[in-house]
């Protein structure tokens, strides 16, 4: 008799760790962008002046006559978060790897995790070799965002089945929250033009954007009240068709948490971007992607995925294994 592969004798995942991780990997996504402003505010984004090590010939900071400790220990700190969310991404994959029977949605979304984290690290260390130009800042914090969203609907896929997904509301509906989910792109870029020609640049040394910030800051509150008007036009767009609840309780925490985004970012600006304020309006990016990809999952539904009872197993009389339906049978006959 062919015995089990220790492979098929690994426990299958259940839904609800599967879940827990997921969940894990999208704190751990807008943890690492919030921690990355820390970085910038403090002027310590060229603490480890090299990459993939700190200083030349150390992964580890060591005294430089140039460069403060604590600034470098910022730096290298960042850097560890990385590997930690790392390792998040991969016991994402490693679990949907697991799941029985493996659902391909779920899988491809998890390997999208670690994958966009390496990438992020190559971004940054691009950045890091470019001197934290303002343009290579800006793709830096933009991926972090698709990250999130990528992690939205990661959470999502870890409770629900893999087969095909029945629309909660019409295509209309639909349409109107993919023109939302645009002028959001827009809006995220817009702000990281702002930071281009702001004051925090993660070191004092390093060239702004050479634009007027009051022009791109107008521009940002344009494009929040562009955003906020697709949102009202869907929300009376949700109440036409009667769209489920759940979306409309997943609407309502959007629309609250862009509403505390633009009143931060109007603070702000007030008060000349302080740096806490800073690092806590990369939190509300953050927070504003993640509701809106929730929004977006909240227009289909599947099932909540089933978990096969594992074989029982009995013995023979030569010490082999299997299964006791296949025993039961052998009995009868």
């Known amino acids: 008799m062919v015995r089990p592969s220790l492979v098929s004798r690994i426990p299958a995942t259940p839904p609800a760790l599967m879940r827990r991780l997921a969940i894990g990997n999208l704190v751990a996504q807008i943890g690492i962008a919030v921690t990355g402003s820390v970085v910038r505010v403090t002027g310590s984004g060229l603490g480890c002046p090299t990459w993939p090590q700190c200083n030349p010939g150390s992964l580890v900071p060591t005294p430089h006559p140039e460069i403060a400790p604590l600034i470098q220990w910022i730096e290298f700190g960042n850097r560890l978060l990385g590997v930690a969310v790392v390792l998040v991404a991969g016991s994402c994959l490693l679990a949907a790897l697991f799941t029985r029977p493996r659902?391909?949605?779920?899988?491809?979304?998890?390997?999208?995790?670690?994958?966009?984290?390496?990438?992020?690290?190559?971004?940054?260390?691009?950045t890091v070799l470019a001197g934290l130009s303002w343009w290579s800042v800006m793709p830096h914090f933009l991926a972090s965002m698709v990250l999130v969203w990528l992690s939205v609907l990661l959470v999502s896929a870890a409770g629900e089945d893999d087969v095909a997904a029945t629309r909660t509301v019409p295509g209309a509906v639909r349409g109107l929250i993919v023109v939302s989910t645009v002028v959001l792109v827009a809006l995220l870029i817009a702000g990281t033009l702002v930071t281009a020609a702001g004051p925090h640049a993660g070191d004092a040394a390093t060239p702004r954007l050479d634009v007027g910030v009051p022009l791109l800051a107008q521009l940002h509150a344009d494009l929040l009240f562009a955003?906020?008007?697709?949102?009202?036009?869907?929300?009376?767009?949700?109440?036409?068709?009667?769209?489920?609840?759940?979306?409309?309780?997943?609407?309502?925490?959007?629309?609250?948490?862009?509403?505390?985004?633009?009143?931060?970012?109007?603070?702000?600006?007030?008060?000349?971007?302080?740096?806490?304020?800073?690092s806590l309006h990369v939190l509300g990016a953050g927070l504003v992607t993640a509701a809106a990809a929730a929004v977006w999952t909240g227009t289909s539904t599947r099932p909540s995925p089933s978990t096969p009872p594992a074989p029982s197993i009995t013995g023979d009389s030569d010490g082999s294994a299997r299964p006791l339906v296949e025993a039961g049978t052998a009995e009868r006959s």
């Open 227 to 278: 955003y906020l008007g697709t949102l009202v036009g869907l929300g009376f767009a949700l109440r036409a068709v009667s769209a489920p609840a759940a979306l409309g309780r997943r609407f309502a925490v959007l629309v609250a948490v862009v509403l505390a985004q633009g009143a931060l970012g109007g603070i702000q600006y007030a008060l000349g971007v302080p740096e806490l304020l800073v």
């Open 103 to 126: 659902r391909r949605r779920l899988t491809l979304l998890t390997a999208m995790m670690p994958l966009g984290v390496v990438a992020q690290a190559v971004i940054g260390g691009f």
